[in-house]
């Protein structure tokens, strides 16, 4: 059983041929899969839900014990129904089956899943009315983080419903305690170690100050296999050092540890040495799904195969045959461009720019793409390609983007943004330069999010500029608002904004109300002195947090915003609540059609019971078609006899209609109502009780 890793580590790899399959511990890794990533995107909306059928399908093919994720199943802790649906679907379709376990959990369930709901503290394959062939063991990311009211995840309803198994999430963030899975196969003993995604500063500070406490085995601790999979920043964002988790922080108790949250797949172990003596491999598998165009994305995806025998390990690598193609090149126009020098105006020297790209691009989906393509019939054919283009004259860099795929309309997946411009000759200096704010972020965006720079770091640099220009925020505090921002990115809480401000400028009125200080000058230098506090920075940071992650009454959690769309009032759909009044229970919201008239207006019909609005008319202003009556919904409230509701008058016309005063549309409206109410109450009104409620004629 000798190893060959690295060349010297003779003692930790299992040999080909060596043991027998059945003695030893298969397991199937792969981390952020981030299901429901591009919905917005119909070329690329299924891209995630055909890479993890394929990574699923692997593990029944190849006989795993159980697969391994490391976070970030889904892109957004508030996944749509679709993503949540085609997820339930895949899993159902791998997950259940006839094959007997062959691997034991020795450990209490009731400590490992202490934070599900007490009736699902188990493993899914223990329970007797299931029957499992694949066991999914799943820690979450920072994606699909708790959220909202209960602070629930997706992973827990999955949890719940026995399609995986949801570990490692930590339920105190000042003293983390971790108590592994314990599992056993023969003579193999593995110990299973999760960290669900924590703030990577917060982290950072617990393990200096030694509150991250692994708990082991008391019985043959030597003998135990410990894996650890964590999902944390791996690399050092920007100038901050503490927003990611140092490799020496790891005990080097950690025989291997699998490292999600990193979209670069490095998947073969690395070798660390963490001095006097001490070492851990780290295996990065990265994300089944390019999430964004760098050059990390574009590393060909691939998931491995983790096989355990009592103290050694093997990772065996399987490429994935039906992620998406995508291409990233960086051309550099100074040394590999056209010369401009010759061109009469810059129009003229970018139409050379640009044709040198157009034809840069064509060689490249001629030559390189047809190595990417793997044949699987699953595969999506259209390439996704960035070209980070470098330059140092500026009118090189003011190319439409936009029109520029136009050009590979058929043949590229992202058409819109294909290329990336950045200047390599000026640099941004802070002391030298005075651009405001918003145009310091268009500039360094693009290169902040090459290097993965956070959203919540590159706000912090644009306001401490901000402060140097005399242009600093005067009530709100730069720590609260970057993270209500990263919220608003990274989290789609479409209120974190709206939220933090009300709260901050709050709390500040309230303050300066206390001070006692008449002149504006000492007011505004008391203010500053408040802002400038070092140590009350710190705090407003902690209570940012806290007001954030507090339950608000904020959208459905399963309502989906897409902010490119045009807002239409005609396709918003009211969520029908409970009222303590039983009487407001008893005659639902009137349906609207699709135009404006059956909306109605002040002074319309909206107030009517359903007796009185099914002898109106059917019409309104507009092309919308009002739809029938219907009977009460189910409320769980007890409802009064229809009848009685008949007898209620409708409520009158009071006001204006919109539009105007017009009497005469009013008139209108009553004698077409009129003429239609004697044929009316002969329709038998039964099919429509049933009627279909969507907007759609």
């Not at 100074?334 to 139409?351: C, I, L, R, T």
């Not at 965006?445 to 720079?453: C, I, P, R, V, Y």
């Amino acid at each position: 059983m000798a190893a060959d890793m690295n060349g010297d580590n003779d003692d930790v790899t299992i040999d080909e041929g060596d043991p027998d399959p059945s003695e030893t511990l298969r397991i199937l890794v792969a981390t952020d899969n981030h299901l429901g990533f591009g919905e917005k995107y119909p070329e690329r909306q299924n891209d995630s839900y055909i890479a993890f059928d394929e990574i699923l399908q692997m593990g029944r093919d190849q006989e795993v014990d159980f697969v391994l994720l490391g976070g970030d199943l889904f892109h957004d802790n508030r996944p749509t129904r679709n993503a949540e649906h085609q997820c339930m679907k895949i899993l159902k379709k791998h997950v259940f089956g006839d094959k007997p376990m062959g691997v034991e959990l020795l450990s209490d369930p009731e400590m490992n899943f202490a934070h599900c709901d007490p009736n699902h503290r188990e493993v899914n394959y223990m329970n007797s009315n299931l029957n499992i062939a694949l066991p999914i063991f799943s820690i979450h990311g920072n994606h699909d983080d708790p959220c909202g009211l209960g602070g629930f995840c997706s992973l827990d309803n999955l949890h719940t419903a026995g399609l995986i198994n949801y570990f490692g999430r930590q339920n105190s963030l000042k003293d983390i305690t971790v108590c592994p899975l314990l599992f056993q196969k023969g003579e193999n003993k593995l110990a299973l170690y999760g960290m669900s995604s924590v703030k990577d500063e917060r982290l950072h500070r617990l393990f200096r100050e030694n509150c991250v406490k692994m708990l082991q085995p008391e019985e043959d601790t030597d003998k135990w296999f410990n894996l650890l999979v964590m999902h944390q920043n791996r690399t050092k964002r920007a100038t901050v050092d503490k927003n990611h988790i140092p490799e020496h922080f790891i005990d080097s108790m950690f025989d291997l540890v699998v490292w999600g949250h990193e979209h670069e797949c490095r998947l073969t172990p690395e070798h660390k040495d963490l001095g006097e003596g001490k070492e851990i491999f780290i295996s990065q598998p990265g994300s089944s799904v390019a999430t964004s165009l760098c050059e990390a994305e574009a590393v060909d995806k691939k998931v491995g195969i983790l096989t355990i025998h009592k103290k050694l390990f093997k990772m065996e690598e399987l490429p994935l045959k039906t992620v998406r193609p995508m291409l990233f090149r960086t051309v550099n126009l100074a040394e590999d461009g056209p010369d401009v020098s010759k061109a009469k105006n810059e129009k003229e020297a970018q139409m050379k720019v640009e044709s040198f790209l157009i034809k840069y691009i064509e060689k490249l989906l001629k030559e390189d793409l047809p190595k990417k393509l793997t044949g699987h019939p699953n595969q999506p054919k259209l390439p996704l390609v960035r070209v980070r283009v470098e330059f140092e004259v500026e009118s090189h860099g003011t190319i439409s983007v936009g029109r520029f795929g136009n050009h590979f309309h058929g043949q590229v997946a992202n058409t819109a943004d294909m290329l990336l411009f950045k200047n390599v000759k000026r640099k941004f200096k802070k002391e030298e330069d005075s651009v405001s704010g918003m145009s310091f972020i268009k500039s360094q965006a693009a290169e902040e999010m090459e290097t993965h720079t956070s959203v919540e770091e590159i706000i912090r640099n644009t306001f401490a500029i901000n402060e140097e220009n005399d242009s600093a925020m005067k009530l709100l505090s730069i720590g609260g608002m970057s993270k209500a921002v990263s919220f608003f990115t990274e989290k789609d809480d479409k209120k974190s904004l709206q939220t933090m401000i009300q709260q901050q400028v709050k709390k500040t009125v309230e303050k300066a109300n206390a001070l006692e200080v008449d002149n504006k000058d000492a007011f505004d230098e008391t203010l500053g002195n408040m802002k400038n506090d070092k140590k009350r920075a710190v705090e407003e940071e902690k209570e940012a947090l806290e007001i954030l992650q507090q339950p608000r009454d904020d959208l459905d959690d399963n309502a989906q915003v897409n902010p490119d769309d045009d807002f239409d009032m005609d396709n918003v759909t009211t969520k029908v609540e409970e009222s303590d009044d039983e009487m407001e229970n008893l005659a639902p919201a009137p349906k609207r059609g699709r135009g404006r008239g059956s909306r109605g207006g002040r002074g319309s019909r909206g107030g009517q019971t359903p007796a009185a609005a099914a002898k109106a008319s059917t019409r309104g202003r507009g092309r919308g078609r009002a739809s029938p009556a219907k009977k009460p919904l189910a409320m769980g409230v007890p409802v009064a006899n229809p009848g009685s509701a008949s007898k209620k008058q409708p409520a009158r016309a009071t006001g204006k209609a919109r539009g105007g005063g017009n009497n005469s549309i009013q008139n209108a409206f009553a004698r077409q109502s009129q003429a239609m109410s004697s044929t009316q109450n002969t329709v038998n009104r039964s099919k429509y009780v049933y009627d279909d409620d969507s907007d759609s004629d």
